[in-house]
Nanobody, 122 residues
Framework: QVQLVESGGGLVQAGGSLRLSCAAS????????MGWFRQAPGKEREFIAA????????NYTDSVKGRFTISRDNAKNTVYLQMSSLKPEDTAIYYC???????????????WGQGTQVTVSS
């Protein structure tokens, strides 16, 4: 069992930056690949980024490549999403999730956080 708690969301102006954190409980964090997803009002949940268990392999959706960076600190049981050059269309609830392997498919993730709101003003 893994419990995930996101933090770091908030209101930021377009062009600004935020860093989201996702703290995981338990001693098996390093056994899981981690992903970030987002869901905007009226839209389906969208894959953002994924990171392998060791943190060596990353995968991003095209719309955030070059702007977002996923990373993890296994000693701190935490995964991060550094977001820069934010755009109003990045406004959404952001979720972290854990899976046995790195994947873009939300159904492959077994554990989810409660989400953190990111709002980008124009």
């Amino acid at each position: 069992q893994v419990q995930l708690v996101e933090s770091g969301g908030g209101l930021v102006q377009a062009g600004g930056s935020l860093r989201l954190s996702c703290a995981a409980s338990g001693r098996t964090f390093s056994m899981y690949a981690m992903g970030w997803f987002r869901q905007a009002p009226g839209k389906e949940r969208e894959f953002i980024a994924a990171l392998s268990r060791t943190g060596t392999i990353t995968n991003y959706t095209d719309s955030v490549k070059g702007r977002f960076t996923i990373s993890r600190d296994n000693a701190k049981n935490t995964v991060y999403l550094q977001m820069s050059s934010l755009k109003p269309e990045d406004t959404a609830i952001y979720y972290c999730a854990a899976a046995r392997y790195s994947t873009r498919i939300s159904n492959d993730y077994s554990y989810w956080g409660q989400g953190t709101q990111v709002t980008v003003s124009s």
